[in-house]
């Protein structure tokens, strides 16, 4: 029997860690969750509308603590992360997914995703000209999820780098998700579990506790769709598992790969 | 004094011309130096005796390890220099044609500055509403009149806001959109003397290894930015101890040798006066300061030398004279465009000697190294200026 295991790229993997544990000195502390959809704060500085990079969501903190006169130095991971979610600092799924996905994309000398990703919301000139200068921003799930940048795959031919797009989910089926696989583990060729990253909030995460984390899903029956696999995120499998009812109660849920990575 | 053309200079010896002007200047520059030095026990006792000092409720800047002995530092040293300036302008130097409109300006600017300086100690918070709140009280309130008030004041408040984003937090001193009005004044009257007071020649811009230019009345709206531009430069250049004393130095020295040399007296005069007081005020400005400058003199002191710039025709010098300044200001407009356009902070922290501090550099490094490379530029912008 053999058994192959890949993973994301020794830089994906890296922007993957600093995302899990932002650097404050000694202290990691987990990047919340953050959507902007709720605050709409418009040409805001990229960290704090979810989308800013490991670097920058550090810095903005030191800075905002410098402003406030916080001694973030004093602060323990717990505090510093009440002192960050707070502050209304963290990255969103698609922002989390933009930054692996372009270190990955980059590692393998592919080209940046500014430079490969197609803008799909609007064709004005004015739109065109934000996706430049702002692609983060611009990059959301349904970019990502467009025909134009990526295709289905199959749950077996599934490796690092690739991502789940959930489209259409939530108690009221206004907003997308995305996934990021960071491993994958075969046996005699059939895959047998996937790992994944992802930025997101559970409700019994409570105020503080959501953020970027890793999950699994054992593959169980290939031919079934991926969100009938088993899927386990914090020890929860099941209904528990909110990540995995939200890809059921997803309009559609697809394991997808980059067009340039074909 | 009539102006010497420029051939005068090529044909004519110059210790027959003006040697006895330039030791005039030189012996000003000293009087001002002295008399400032004079009085400034004074100041710095009536500061502390009025808590006129720097607090740190809205400066994020002071919150830095390196600089909380700013703290309770009098501020309003500026003083030191305007008043001294404007004391011998009127004694010695008061001149319809060339120093009524700058020390007018100076002082206007400065009157601006002062009163945001005490206003941000003794003041009470202003508050700046959001355009959203405005609209909803248009929707909402329930008197007519203020609905009407609202509407018709709407786009101020646009101003307003617009402004805001060019400032950190307004505090309790005077917003941006008044101060950005206030030296609209101070330059359109800038503006008005240039234009239509001096007479012909100075509609026309001298530029350096070509000739002289007519704009037109284009001139009017160039002055109104170039005094508004480079008061906020000076104002935003003074945010460490000695920075921008020490670069006013040598930036009012070559304008007091090129008003010598085009044989603006007068304005040759007030130059050195200024750079004079200037020695003074950044003796006791140094780290660790006595005082600092305070809106007071940065404002003051940069609508003047706009101004005289302006005054001896060398618009197009004044990028190289007051280079360090327009670094200044330019660091702060990338960093909001940086912000609004591209979503990041391209500096640390603006001004830019703040994103140096960030990084690492001590204050006098900073100081020091800004010196030189504006001494640097000040004598390319006098070398461009005799071409």
Redesign the interface.
């Known amino acids: 029997m053999s058994t192959q295991t890949l993973s994301l790229s020794e830089e994906a993997r890296k922007i993957m860690a600093d995302y899990m544990g932002l650097s404050f000195g000694d202290k990691k502390v987990q990047c919340p969750y953050y959507n902007n959809r709720r605050g709409g704060i418009r040409a805001g500085l990229r960290p704090l509308i979810g989308k800013g990079s490991p670097d920058e969501i550090t810095e903005e903190v030191i800075l905002i603590a410098l402003k406030s006169r916080e001694n973030i130095k004093g602060m323990d991971e717990k505090d510093l992360k009440r002192f960050i979610v707070d502050r209304k600092i963290g990255i969103d799924c698609s922002g989390l997914a933009y930054y692996i996905l372009d270190a990955e994309s980059r590692s393998k000398n592919l080209g940046s995703l500014k430079k490969n990703l197609r803008p799909v919301n609007g064709t004005n000139f004015l739109r065109k000209l934000i996706c430049k200068i702002r692609p983060v921003e611009s990059a959301g799930v349904t970019s990502f999820s467009s025909e134009k940048n990526s295709k289905e795959i199959k749950i077996n031919d599934a490796r690092p780098g690739d991502f789940i797009a959930m489209l259409n989910t939530g108690p009221e089926k206004n907003y997308h998700h995305i996934l990021v696989l960071t491993e994958t583990m075969s046996e005699n060729g059939n895959i047998k579990q996937i790992k994944y990253v992802h930025s997101y909030a559970w409700p019994e995460d409570g105020k503080y506790g959501h953020g970027v984390r890793e999950g699994c899903i054992e593959i169980t029956d290939v031919q079934e769709p991926i969100q009938k696999q088993i899927w386990t995120e914090q020890s929860k499998s099941g209904d528990e598992n909110i990540t995995q009812r939200r890809a059921i109660e997803a309009g559609m849920t697809s394991v997808r790969r980059l067009n340039w990575f074909h | 004094m009539r102006r010497l053309r420029k051939f005068y200079l090529i044909t004519m010896p110059t210790s027959v011309l003006t040697l006895d002007i330039l030791s005039q200047i030189i012996g000003f520059s000293i009087l001002s130096c002295f008399l400032s030095f004079l009085w400034s026990p004074i100041l710095t006792n009536f500061l502390y005796k009025y808590k006129i000092t720097r607090k740190g409720h809205y400066d ?1 800047t002071l ?2 390890e390196s600089r909380k002995d700013k703290i309770d530092v009098p501020v309003m040293g500026g003083l030191l220099v305007i008043v001294t300036v404007a004391f011998i302008t009127v004694l010695f130097n008061w001149e319809r044609s060339f120093t009524w409109v700058p020390i007018g300006v100076m002082l206007l600017s400065a009157a601006l500055g002062g009163v945001d300086d005490i206003l941000n100690i003794y003041g009470k918070e202003r508050r700046n509403r959001k355009l959203s709140q405005i609209i909803r009280l248009i929707r909402v309130h329930r008197s007519v009149s203020m609905r009407l008030w609202y509407i018709l004041t709407f786009p101020w408040s646009i101003f307003k806001r617009a402004s805001a984003w060019l400032s950190k937090h307004p505090g309790k001193g005077v917003h941006v959109h008044e101060k950005l009005l206030l030296q609209f004044i101070a330059g359109a009257i800038a503006a008005w003397w240039i234009y239509f007071k001096l007479g012909q020649h100075w509609r026309e811009i001298y530029l350096p290894f070509d000739g002289y230019i007519d704009i037109g009345w284009l001139l009017i709206p160039l002055i109104i930015f170039i005094v508004m531009l480079t008061a906020n430069a000076v104002n935003i250049a003074d945010g460490m101890d000695g920075l921008a004393g020490g670069m006013l130095i040598p930036t009012f020295s070559a304008l007091a040798l090129l008003s010598w040399i085009y044989g603006y007296n007068e304005v040759a005069v007030l130059n050195g006066t200024v750079a004079g007081s200037l020695i003074t005020y950044t003796y006791y400005n140094i780290k660790p300061a006595r005082f600092q400058m305070g809106d007071v003199g940065s404002l003051g002191l940069g609508a003047l030398l706009a101004i005289n710039a302006i005054v001896i025709n060398h618009i197009a010098v004044l990028a190289f004279l007051g280079f360090m300044f327009y670094v200044e200001a330019a660091s702060v407009l990338i960093q909001v465009g940086g ?7 391209i500096f ?2 603006a001004p830019i000697h703040h994103h140096f501090e960030l990084r690492g550099w001590s204050e006098e490094k900073i100081v020091m190294r800004f010196w030189i490379i504006h001494l640097a530029f000040v004598f390319l912008g006098i070398w461009i200026a005799l071409h």
């Open positions: 994020p919150h830095l912000r609004y356009l591209l979503g990041r902070r640390k922290m």
